[in-house]
């Protein structure tokens, strides 16, 4: 089955950096749009970031801070975040538009896990 599977470090210190990667494994027949959304707590799920892998979406709040890339031979997307504020602080989650092998005309979008990244001092 298709699967987005996260991995990172979630605590840092305000002004600090870190890096978050999501890879899309399983019987895949093409990886279209990848993205990052975040859920602070008591809130809905907002959009990031997102790459087709030649352009790229930020959210007004972290544009400047934040960089999202693409490796396309791995089927990762990563979030490169710097600068990191307390407000920063939410579950960031993985999305990508995917067409599976199994059905390879339609286009269904998948999670990752979640991950929490929490920026305190």
């Known amino acids: 089955q298709v699967q987005l599977v996260e991995s990172g470090v979630g605590l840092v210190q305000p002004v600090g950096s870190l890096k978050l990667s999501c890879v899309a494994s399983g019987s895949i027949f093409s990886v279209n749009a990848m993205g990052w959304y975040g859920q602070a707590p008591g809130k809905e799920r907002e959009l990031v970031a997102t790459?087709?892998?030649?352009?790229?979406k930020y959210v007004d709040s972290v544009k400047g801070r934040f960089t999202i890339s693409r490796d396309n031979t791995k089927n990762t997307v990563y979030l490169q975040m710097n600068s990191l504020k307390p407000e920063d602080t939410a579950v960031y989650y993985c999305?990508?538009?995917?067409?599976?092998?199994?059905?390879?005309?339609?286009?269904?979008?998948?999670w990752g896990q979640g991950t929490q990244v929490t920026v305190s001092s």
């Open positions: 999305n990508a538009k995917i067409q599976p092998m199994t059905t390879r005309f339609s286009e269904f979008g998948y």
């Open positions: 790459t087709t892998g030649f352009s790229t």
